[in-house]
């Protein structure tokens, strides 16, 4: 995958003279610099640019005219830019919000869609759907986390091309029930041609699996995290044949811890085959 973005600069030096009027109809052609306004702007960089307003010497109406990479808009271009490009990396319209806060600019999930929105008139055919376009796997990694999020845990579902370990996505989930997580994973799975959902062994994503119609295999990862957990928790059970069963089918003590670490050493060394996801 290769994007080729380029993100418009805001320039509040950069005010071009009108060559004509801005009313539709008019074609007056000289005018009067009547006043300089401070508009407040959303920016990486700037709070606030002046603006020109202008006084049509033919219709007498006046208007504005707006520095570089500015617009009527509240926001600055490139910011408007940068969420549009964090959107069609994989980013929701939510999780997009959240990484311009991050960057100090507060714009909500709904102006995000309106940016989105916006930038797919001026450029037919843009949609998030051609940045998958090329990626197509037969297997599809997705794992939950959480990050604190002005003191609330916030849940997060990645979804991972297992093969190449490139991320597909990264969204802010609602909750953590298979209604929800099928409805994330779902077009996703779909978009890639996903035969496979590789996840942990959380019973959600069994259900989902079922429902999308994939095949579910745990991952690897969790596979062996599991088996050292329950080994950790049976070989103090087995030196000592707890509850007499090792005896009742007449292996000892000794031969039942060897055979917990040969398990051990066999889910390893099948694990360290291939590059953990
Ligand atoms: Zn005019």
């Not at 509240?74 to 939510?94: D, E, F, I, N, P």
């Not at 055919?125 to 376009?133: D, N, P």
């Not at 916030?154 to 991972?160: N, Y």
């Not at 991320?167 to 298979?178: F, V």
Request: with cysteine.
């Amino acid at each position: 995958m290769r994007l080729r973005i380029v993100l418009s600069k805001v320039n509040p030096q950069a005010i071009s003279v009108p060559t004509r009027c801005a009313y539709a109809g008019c074609g007056g052609k000289k005018f009067h610099l009547r006043q300089e306004v401070r508009k407040p702007l959303r920016d990486t960089v700037y709070q606030e640019v002046q603006v020109h307003r202008y006084q049509c010497l033919r219709c007498q109406r006046t208007f504005r005219v707006y520095p570089e990479g500015t617009t009527r808009a509240q926001t600055s271009q490139r910011v408007k830019g940068l969420a549009v490009m964090l959107y069609l990396l994989g980013l929701s319209y939510g999780a997009v919000s959240l990484a311009l806060d991050g960057l100090g600019i507060s714009l909500c999930k709904s102006r995000v869609y309106d940016a989105v929105q916006e930038a797919s008139k001026r450029v037919p055919g843009l949609k998030r759907e051609q940045v998958f376009a090329g990626v197509k796997t037969p297997a599809l990694g997705a794992d939950l986390t959480s990050v604190t999020c002005k003191g609330v845990s916030l849940p997060l579902g990645i979804t991972v091309d297992p093969i190449s370990g490139l991320a597909l996505t990264i969204d802010a989930l609602t909750a953590e029930d298979s209604q929800t997580l099928k409805d994330w994973i779902e077009p996703i799975a779909k978009s890639v041609g996903a035969q496979v959902l590789v996840t942990d062994d959380a019973d959600g994503f069994k259900t989902v699996a079922d429902e999308v119609g994939v095949q579910h295999q745990v991952c690897k990862a969790h596979v062996l995290r599991n088996t050292e957990d329950l080994l950790d928790k049976y070989q103090p059970l087995v030196a000592c044949d707890a509850d007499g069963s090792l005896k009742a089918i007449g292996v000892s003590p000794q031969q039942a811890a060897a055979d917990l670490t040969r398990l051990g050493e066999l889910v390893k060394s099948a694990n360290g085959s291939r590059p953990r996801n």
